[in-house]
């Protein structure tokens, strides 16, 4: 059994894949509650298949790009699990994850932009059911576009990116696909944060002469 979980956005997913067919899945949307949102979602989808972690196979993971303290949260659970279990981890950008729903509604080219805070977007860019360009961090009015554009990045900025289409946040049943079918890139359960967290150590303190 596969594993899957997201919370590289305000949205936490989690399902449960077996040889291919989803099991069980939960979804989230209280923002800020990834530590207190997410274990029960593990606990739930595994209650719902009449599973116990020593069932599970492997764990797939968005990386982000995503808020520093999310992020944190799935691939600390991620890893933790993984050791425990003796089982692997296989990271995918969760920008891939948003993508392939548009690579599966029959888009050809378009853009993922998820919601980065400070008035900006992580952005990346698909063709030909593959990624492109990206992902990074961009000012949204400065990577305008007429292509379809999934990702919670559309309807927070309908000027810049006036095509919505598609799911605002990653889903955990398309990251398992994603990881079981080899669709996009598989990654080390490493962070993408492509910024520096909010919160840093102060430096050293000034000498009042």
Same mark, same amino acid.
């Given at each position: 059994m596969l594993l899957a979980f997201d919370t590289a956005t305000a949205h936490v997913t989690v399902a449960l894949n077996d040889r291919g067919s989803v099991v069980a899945s939960f979804e989230s949307g209280e923002p800020m509650r990834h530590g207190e949102m997410l274990a029960p979602g593990i606990q739930r989808v595994l209650a719902e298949a009449g599973a116990t972690a020593k069932d599970l196979t492997g764990i797939a993971v968005g990386v982000g790009p995503g808020p520093f303290t999310g992020l944190r949260v799935g691939l600390v659970t991620a890893r933790t699990l993984a050791l425990v279990r003796g089982i692997p981890v296989h990271g995918v950008c969760s920008l891939d994850i948003l993508a392939a729903a *548009? #690579? $599966? !509604?029959g888009l050809e080219e378009f853009v993922v932009a998820t919601d980065a805070r400070r008035k900006e977007v992580y952005l990346a860019s698909y063709a030909g059911g593959r990624r492109v360009s990206g992902p990074e961090v961009v000012k949204p009015f400065d990577e305008r576009t007429e292509l379809? #554009?999934? *990702?919670? *990045?559309a309807v927070l900025y309908p000027q810049a990116f006036p095509n919505a289409a598609g799911p605002e946040h990653p889903s955990a049943v398309a990251l !398992? $696909? #994603?990881v079981l079918n080899e669709r996009f890139e598989i990654l080390a359960s490493d962070p993408l944060y492509l910024r520096r967290p909010d919160a840093v150590e102060p430096g050293k303190p000034k000498r009042v002469s």
């Open positions: *548009g #690579v $599966d !509604a379809p #554009v999934l *990702g919670r *990045g !398992a $696909d #994603v």
